[in-house]
């Protein structure tokens, strides 16, 4: 509790310095929209704290050089349309895949990349691109970027751009580095790469990770690793679309949405008969929506747990979006393969006086069906959208759920065809988007929004958690131990004494009647 009034503190200082400070001799210095956020953003402002170390002075000096160079790069306009097609074409920078704690991947495909002094600035418009992309789209979790130097050579060196990538993380986008992957670096480039340890300085040089094909996937499993890195992704980049986060359609959209539940109950079915342990549960899943919720419930009595749907709804966490509120806010929790919890249950609420249309995507469509994943919903309303892992899978902190939402006119209509042709038609800038990532619970009794134990989708206890109960549980044995050990004492004391007390007695009864000589 401290340590936060003590952030604020600093985040209520940071602003008031660069108020009186900065603003008034570099305010056209600035973007309008930057000095606002900075007014309105406590996240931001601590991402810069933590990466000057709490330090308000070097903080300031970060927030100032970033600022200035934010709008001689003009990051908040940066857009598809604004910079050439051919640069998202070569496919030397792109977003793709997870490192294996869950960390988007930037990927810097050297070999696609050659010296261009006429080039430069709008390449490093692209990474600034890219990285302003991420950020508002992922709320600025870090990153992990990855230079792939396979097949390059000295015409690849550019220490000119590389340090741009560099100072983007280490001046610019505070607190948005996790490490750096750099795979099979040739030999002829290892002087260069000394001067770019100079660059990073000693906090960042522990995140730079030289790797070839046997090590790699201690940082990147193989799902997302090219099979020239030794790994199984089939991925190939290519442009148009922009590549986005990997969301793909789900495994049970394969057709109309009437054929999408007869395909998703056909398979259910099929799961019954493997996995005879869960029959009521599966079979719940063929019953209508507004349903699902109620059998849930039935189900949660007969294991004598009196929860609500209704309270249930109340207790998950709420991303309070301008079309749906999206319950939870951040993350779905799944259990492990040994745990067996493969349901989580997302319930969105129409906050609109209109019919909003909602789609749902995933990075791992093979892994997920989800029901429904094409949809409508109509005015004031909620529904409830389950996801089931599919087979023998298991969910990894690399999967993403992707929302994407769109208001409809109301004579528009929300049949298969009206939707399918509403999709093709709505502009991008109309849709709201917004991303779930997975978090897979250890506990052997989650307690999160897994459809087989209750309706709630709060985190089940941690390692961590168990590790502290332990820890107590330890201390609370070790006082007991103490005590039963002082009783111990005390006994053993109290028998000496009252022997003690025996022998004395026996032997003033034996001075006194004892035989006199």
Not at 170 to 177: G, M, R, S, V, W
Not at 333 to 345: D, I, N, R
Not at 423 to 444: D, F, G, Q, Y
Not at 465 to 490: A, G, M, P, S, Y
Request: net charge negative; hydrophobic share 35%; with cysteine.
């Amino acid at each position: 509790m401290a340590e936060r009034q003590d952030k604020a503190a600093l985040i209520s200082e940071i602003r008031r310095r660069f108020e009186a400070e900065y603003l008034p001799d570099k305010s056209d210095k600035y973007d309008s929209r930057d000095v606002e956020r900075l007014q309105q953003d406590d996240k931001w402002i601590e991402n810069y704290l933590i990466w000057r170390h709490d330090v308000v002075d070097d903080t300031l000096k970060m927030i100032d050089e970033s600022f200035q160079w934010r709008k001689e790069y003009t990051v908040n306009d940066l857009s598809e349309s604004v910079l050439p097609k051919w640069l998202f074409e070569i496919g030397a920078l792109f977003l793709h895949g997870y490192d294996k704690e869950g960390y988007k991947l930037f990927w810097f495909k050297v070999k696609h990349h050659t010296r261009d002094p006429k080039q430069q600035l709008e390449k490093k418009k692209l990474v600034a691109f890219w990285l302003e992309h991420y950020a508002k789209r992922d709320h600025g979790k870090p990153l992990t970027v990855v230079f792939d130097m396979a097949e390059t050579g000295i015409s690849h060196i550019d220490l000119d751009f590389v340090r741009f990538i560099v100072n983007c993380f280490t001046d610019y986008y505070p607190n948005f580095l996790t490490k750096i992957v750099i795979f099979e670096m040739p030999w002829i480039m290892n002087a260069a790469f000394k001067i770019v340890k100079g660059w990073l300085g000693p906090d960042a040089i522990s995140m730079l990770k030289f790797t070839n094909k046997n090590d790699v996937q201690e940082y990147i499993s193989g799902e997302y690793l090219p099979p020239h890195m030794g790994g199984t992704d089939s991925f190939k980049y290519s442009y148009p679309p922009l590549v986005d986060d990997d969301f793909q359609t789900p495994l049970c959209e394969n057709g109309p949405i009437t054929s999408e539940d007869e395909h998703e109950s056909k398979e259910e079915i099929d799961a019954d008969t493997k996995e005879t342990a869960e029959p009521n549960e599966e079979q719940n899943l063929n019953q209508k929506k507004m349903n699902s919720i109620e059998q849930i419930s039935k189900s949660e009595e007969t294991d004598k747990t009196e929860i609500k749907p209704k309270n249930a709804k109340k207790a998950l966490t709420t991303f309070k979006g301008p079309l749906l509120h999206i319950s939870p806010a951040e993350e779905l929790y799944f259990g492990s393969k040994e745990t067996g919890e493969k349901k989580c249950l997302i319930v969105l609420t129409n906050v609109t006086k209109n019919i909003v249309a909602f789609k749902v995507r995933t990075t791992a469509p093979e892994k997920y069906r989800v029901k429904p994943s094409n949809s409508s919903c109509e005015p004031g309303t909620s529904l409830d959208i389950i996801v089931s892992l599919h087979g023998g899978f298991a969910a990894s902190l690399q999967d993403r759920f992707l929302i994407m939402a769109a208001e409809m006119d109301q004579s528009s209509g929300a049949g298969v065809p009206e939707l399918t042709q509403f999709w093709k038609e709505v502009p991008r800038t109309k849709v709201m988007e917004h991303r779930l990532r997975c978090h897979v619970v250890e506990s052997s009794k989650p307690s999160s929004l897994t459809l087989k134990e209750n309706a709630f989708n709060v985190p089940a206890k941690t390692n961590e958690d168990l590790h502290i109960q332990l820890t107590r549980l330890l201390q609370i044995n070790k006082r007991l131990q103490e005590q039963i050990d002082r009783c111990l004492w005390f006994q053993q004391l109290s028998v000496v004494l009252s022997l003690l007390s025996v022998t004395v007695v026996a032997f003033c009864f034996y001075l006194a009647y004892g035989p006199r000589s």
